[in-house]
């Protein structure tokens, strides 16, 4: 890949597209990626605004299963009609934990449904477990998958319940967790942001304690309640450092590399930050839910642009959380109060 320039000329402020003369992002063909109909039309929208040159495209939203185009079976209409009972709408309330796979897969967790989401774009499938055997889930915040295994975090219950396809319990990670609220695999590891411990904890995949990193304070490498994780292609870990309205940069063993944002209602600077991904390029996606936005980021810091304000049009958020990326950097947002995930994509060359 060659090597990329990015200009340091000063941003615009917060909440308004950057003119992409300081933005320099990867080298992009003149194109607009078309939204996608949604059962409706929906606006051809992309960041920065004309005539700057593009970097991000709205696709489309999802709110329920017949957003993906699974319906009831005709099986399940016809008993409907017989017993006079409709299957109840099973669309999403206050969607918080996100995360993807390479078939474009959705994983998505509810707090307000108190449910887990299992959403196979291409088969066109809508499952939902409220509970694993016994455990019945309270406050679901966080998703990851490996091969057939779901592992979900439940803050309320502090725990990590880990289970198959089938929503059959395979093992519990209890103690030493106390609130569980960020996960991520990387590598052979299960990485937990514990938010009450301010600490992150790394598991191997069967749920052995393997070492833990941070404390509570203001110092590199110390939290003030961590709320998201995730990590690069490179094995970086991308810490949301909430309260300290920062989000950390940690190798895979925990060691501190840097810091991104720090509080302030300027470009680079966080209200609230809480989701945080990486593109394929490297680029560091984070949102942040007092400004309704999403700012990106180089490795270094260097802010690149950003796009959206409160509100609830397509692009506009209502204290968003959860961000994942895909490996098409296909961009999706979990949007709570507005009872949606959003889709972008970055539009990049291959």
């Given amino acids: 890949m060659k090597r990329q320039h990015f200009s340091t000329k000063p941003f615009a402020r917060v909440g308004i597209s950057i003119s992409i003369a300081a933005l320099t992002f990867l080298g992009v063909p003149n194109k607009v990626i078309a939204s996608e109909k949604n059962g409706r039309d929906v606006p051809h929208l992309v960041w920065p605004a004309p005539p700057d040159e593009p970097r991000i495209a709205y696709l489309k939203s999802i709110s329920g299963p017949s957003d993906i185009g699974s319906f009831p079976s005709r099986w399940q209409k016809v008993a409907g009609f017989f017993t006079g009972q409709t299957a109840p709408r099973d669309g999403l309330i206050k969607p918080f934990g996100i995360a993807t796979d390479d078939a474009g897969n959705l994983y998505i967790t509810d707090t307000a449904n108190r449910a887990v989401y299992f959403c196979e774009v291409a088969r066109k499938k809508w499952n939902r477990w409220d509970h694993i055997g016994k455990i019945q889930f309270a406050s679901p915040v966080a998703i990851v998958r490996r091969d057939k295994f779901f592992y ?155 796009w959206g304000q409160g509100g609830v049009k397509p692009g506009q958020f209502g204290v968003p959380a959860g961000i994942a990326i895909g490996a098409d950097n296909r961009i999706y947002v979990a949007d709570p109060y507005n009872h949606r995930v959003q889709i972008f994509q970055y539009i990049g060359a291959p």
């Fill in 152 to 306: 979900t975090a439940d803050s309320e219950l502090g725990k990590v319940i880990v289970f198959d396809e089938k929503g059959r319990e395979q093992f519990v990670i209890g103690s030493p967790l106390q609130r569980p609220v960020g996960l991520d695999i990387n590598g052979d590891t299960l990485f937990v942001a514990d938010s009450e411990q301010h600490t992150v904890h790394a598991f191997d995949l069967q749920g052995r304690p393997q070492f833990k990193f941070g404390k509570r304070g203001t110092d590199p490498g110390e939290f003030n309640f961590p709320t998201h994780i995730s990590a690069d292609k490179h094995g970086h870990l991308l810490v949301t450092d909430s309260l300290n309205s920062r989000v950390q940069v940690f190798d895979a063993q925990g060691k501190f590399i840097s810091e991104i944002g720090s509080a302030g209602d300027a470009p680079g600077h966080f209200g609230r930050p809480k989701g945080v991904a990486a593109d394929c390029f490297g680029h560091i996606y984070v949102v942040d839910a007092v400004f309704d936005n999403i700012q990106v980021f180089d490795l270094s810091g260097r802010l690149l642009m950003s």
